[in-house]
C-alpha cells in the first residue's frame, strides 16, 4: 500500500491499514493533526460523508453545517462536549451561542438534530438559543420528531450587532443554515463571530474546491505515512458553465467522465481490482444530495431523459445548477441488515466525535444513499454493544483520520475575488 513500489500490493482493507498504522505510530498521527490545527484553525462542527469499498475510503460530501447530532451515540456525545468545552471557554465563563437553523419548520427530524446540538453546546457550558431566518414577529415554538419543545425566536439587526428580538445578544453566531439561496441581509455586516463564515454557505463555497484543497492535504498526510494518495482522495474533474435542460456543456462533461473513468481504471489495473469503474455527476454546490447522478461513461449523458437533466439542473431552494462535479464513484462495502450503507463521520475542531451510517433498502452498492429511502443507525462502538447494529467493518479510527482531513481541508479552500460576497 506504499506509494513507491515496484509491484502493486493485494488491497485486503484500507480501514486495516490505517488502523496499523494508528497502532504503529499512533502518536505522530495525533501529533500531525493537531501542528494543522493548531497552525490553519478548524471548524467547529464538520461531518463527513464517506465511501467505504475496502480497497478504498474516500471523503465524497463535507458539510460545514451538519445536520444529524441526534444520531450521535452516548459516547460521541461526551467527546463532543469535551472538544467543545475548550472551545466555548474562548467567547467567555458562560457565553451565549446563538444557532441559526434552516427553515425546515416541518422537517421534525431536523428539529431533533437542533435539540441536540443545542443541547450539547449547553452540556459544555453555553446558553444556547435558537434565532430564524424566517421573516416572523413572534417566536415560533416547535415540537420535534421525539417529542422536544424547541422555540425559535425572530432577530433584528440593531447597528453591526446581531440580537433576538426579545433583547438576547450572542457572543457567538453558529450557522446551521447552509445559505444555498444566498447571504440574508440581517447577517451582513454583523462585527459578532459567526461560524463557520457566510462565505462558506452555498451560494459561494464550491465542492470542487474543497476536493483540490483535500487533494493537496492528503498527498502531504500520505507523504510523511507513505500511503498512495489514491487510496483516500477520490479523482474530480470540474465542469463550469453547464445548462441541462438545454443540453448546454454536455461535452465537456463527457469529456471529464472519460478522463475521471481513464484515471480509475488506471488505479484498478495496478491494484488487480476487477470491478468496472463508474463516476457521479454532482452540482458543484448544495447538499440533500439533489442534483446527483451515476453514469458509467460518458455516452449516458446522451441519453438522460427530461425528468433527470430537469432534477440536476435545479437543487434546494430552486437554485439553478450551472457547474458540475465528476467524480470517482467508491463502491460502498458496507451493509446493514443486507442493504447498503454510508459512514456519516461527526467532528468538532476536526476531531473526531463519532458517526452514524445513511443506509438505503432502495440503492445499490454504487449509487447515491442520500435520497428517498434512506434511514439512519446509529454507528457501532465497542462500548456500546447493545444497540449496535452489525456491519461489515465498523472502524470509527479509520474512518476519523480520513473525515479530519476532509474537515481540515476547508480550511485551505482558496477562493478568489470572483467567489466574494
Known amino acids: ?70 444520531h450521535l451515540s452516548p459516547a460521541a456525545r461526551v467527546r463532543a462536549v469535551a472538544y467543545l468545552r475548550a472551545g466555548c471557554a474562548k467567547f467567555g ?74 433583547g438576547i445578544v450572542p457572543d457567538l453566531i453558529v450557522l446551521n443554515n447552509d445559505l444555498t439561496a444566498g447571504l440574508p441581509d440581517v447577517l451582513r455586516g454583523i462585527t459578532q463571530p459567526i461560524t463557520p463564515s457566510p462565505s462558506l454557505g452555498w451560494h459561494r463555497r464550491r465542492k470542487s474546491i474543497h476536493f483540490d484543497a483535500y ?43 472519460e478522463e475521471v473513468l481513464a484515471r480509475v481504471r488506471e488505479k484498478y489495473l495496478y491494484y ?38 430537469n432534477k440536476m439542473n435545479v437543487i434546494k431552494e430552486g437554485v439553478h445548477s450551472t457547474e458540475v462535479l465528476v467524480q470517482e464513484g467508491v463502491p460502498t462495502a458496507d451493509r446493514i441488515e443486507q442493504s447498503p450503507a454510508e459512514p456519516m463521520i461527526y467532528l468538532v475542531h476536526a476531531q473526531l466525535v463519532g458517526g452514524a451510517y445513511r443506509v438505503n433498502d432502495t440503492r445499490d452498492a454504487l449509487g447515491n444513499l442520500n435520497a428517498s429511502g434512506m434511514r439512519f443507525v446509529r454507528m457501532c ?16 479510527q479509520a474512518f476519523g483520520i480520513v473525515a479530519g482531513l476532509a474537515a481540515l481541508a476547508s480550511m485551505h479552500e482558496e477562493y478568489g475575488e470572483n467567489y466574494s460576497i
Open 381 to 396: 462502538e465497542q462500548e456500546e454493544r447493545v444497540d449496535a447494529v452489525p456491519v461489515s467493518a465498523c472502524s470509527l
Open 93 to 166: 465563563e458562560h457565553p451565549t451561542i446563538m444557532v441559526i437553523p434552516e427553515n425546515h419548520t416541518r422537517n421534525l427530524a431536523y428539529l431533533d438534530n437542533l435539540y441536540a446540538l443545542t443541547s450539547l453546546l449547553e452540556e459544555a457550558g453555553a446558553k444556547a438559543v435558537l434565532g430564524t431566518l424566517q421573516e416572523v414577529s413572534e417566536p415560533l415554538i416547535l415540537t420535534s420528531a421525539s417529542g422536544h419543545t424547541i422555540t425559535q425566536y425572530p432577530l433584528c439587526k440593531e447597528g453591526a450587532q446581531l440580537r433576538t428580538c426579545g
Open 215 to 257: 487533494g493537496k492535504l492528503a498527498r502531504r498526510f500520505c507523504e510523511d505515512f507513505s500511503i498512495d494518495p489514491w487510496l483516500i482522495t477520490p479523482e474530480s474533474v470540474k465542469c463550469g458553465l453547464v445548462d441541462f435542460a438545454q443540453r448546454q456543456g454536455m461535452e465537456a462533461i463527457e469529456h471529464a467522465v
Open 272 to 309: 488487480g481490482i476487477s470491478q468496472e469503474p463508474y463516476v457521479y455527476v454532482k452540482a458543484d454546490s448544495g447538499t440533500y444530495g439533489m442534483g446527483i447522478m451515476t453514469v458509467k461513461s460518458g455516452s449516458e449523458l446522451r441519453e438522460v431523459n427530461k425528468k433527470n437533466r
Open 1 to 70: 500500500m506504499h506509494a513507491h513500489i515496484s509491484q502493486a500490493p493485494e488491497i485486503t482493507s484500507i480501514t486495516g491499514y490505517l488502523e496499523g498504522l494508528m497502532r504503529v505510530r499512533g502518536e505522530d498521527v495525533t501529533a500531525w493533526f493537531a501542528r494543522e490545527r493548531e497552525r490553519y484553525g478548524a471548524p467547529l462542527f464538520a461531518s463527513v460523508d464517506l465511501r467505504h469499498a475496502g480497497f478504498k475510503l474516500a471523503p465524497v460530501d463535507t458539510n460545514l453545517f451538519p445536520a444529524g447530532f441526534n
